[in-house]
T-cell receptor, first 114, second 116 residues
Framework: GAGVSQSPSNKVTEKGKDVELRCDPI?????LYWYRQRLGQGLEFLIYFQGNSAPDKSGLPSDRFSAERTGESVSTLTIQRTQQEDSAVYLC????????????FGPGTRLTVL | AQSVTQPDIHITVSEGASLELRCNYS??????LFWYVQSPGQGLQLLLKYFSGDTLVQGIKGFEAEFKRSQSSFNLRKPSVHWSDAAEYFC??????????????FGKGTLLTVNP
């Protein structure tokens, strides 16, 4: 079946602009996660959605970052007033439920802030 | 808090040689353990996972890993490396209970280069 998809695959933006990244999870997966991967680093947890529960936003690095998810479908990660340190690959993952440890990752969006 | 250490940033092996990638974790109980592989421009693909039971787990592409509680390790092995195995490998740990059992903590990765 179809895996997790993300768009765009690459995004180049100027410092100070807002960007929106999209994630389509695997159909039927109730849990959705956003991670950030900066050059030479492991993945950093950003945010977690589980069904209609309040999201865990504890990993968001600043108030310039926000994310939404409509029901159990698409999620968007928005970065306002982008900074050069926001340059990274943003990875989305989904799992059958929040308690299910196996996560399936999308290909990521590579964000470059000039 | 859980943590993962991958001591080797970059490893180079010859095609056909054996491979072992190291992973050490810190966690208060028995964790969930994972190895993921990331090829250039690709997302993360799950190679194998350990939840409980047999401490030697088999994964895709001929990889295996062994959970050693006494050493807090979960090293990844392959007896004979293929050129297509060149990629970055990430070890990850997840809690198997508690309110944050959905979070994974990743190591910084080991880049594998395969020489012909």
């Amino acid at each position: 079946g179809a895996g997790v998809s993300q768009s765009p695959s690459n995004k180049v933006t100027e410092k100070g602009k807002d960007v929106e990244l999209r994630c389509d999870p695997i159909s039927g997966h109730t849990a959705l996660y956003w991670y950030r991967q900066r050059l030479g680093q492991g993945l950093e947890f950003l945010i977690y959605f589980q069904g209609n529960s309040a999201p865990d936003k504890s990993g968001l690095p600043s108030d310039r970052f926000s994310a939404e998810r409509t029901g159990e479908s698409v999620s968007t990660l928005t970065i306002q007033r982008t900074q050069q340190e926001d340059s990274a690959v943003y990875l989305c993952a989904s799992s059958v439920s929040g308690g299910a440890p196996t996560k399936y990752f999308g290909p990521g969006t590579r964000l470059t802030v000039l | 808090a859980q943590s993962v250490t991958q001591p080797d940033i970059h490893i180079t092996v010859s095609e056909g040689a054996s491979l072992e990638l190291r992973c050490n974790y810190s966690y208060g109980a028995t964790p969930y353990l994972f190895w993921y592989v990331q090829s250039p421009g690709q997302g993360l693909q799950l190679l194998l996972k350990y939840f409980s039971g047999d401490t030697l787990v088999q994964g895709i592409k001929g990889f295996e890993a062994e959970f050693k509680r006494s050493q807090s390790s979960f090293n990844l092995r392959k007896p004979s490396v293929h050129w297509s195995d060149a990629a970055e490998y990430f070890c990850a740990v997840g809690a198997n209970s508690g309110g944050s059992n959905y979070k994974l903590t990743f190591g910084k990765g080991t880049l594998l280069t395969v020489n012909p």
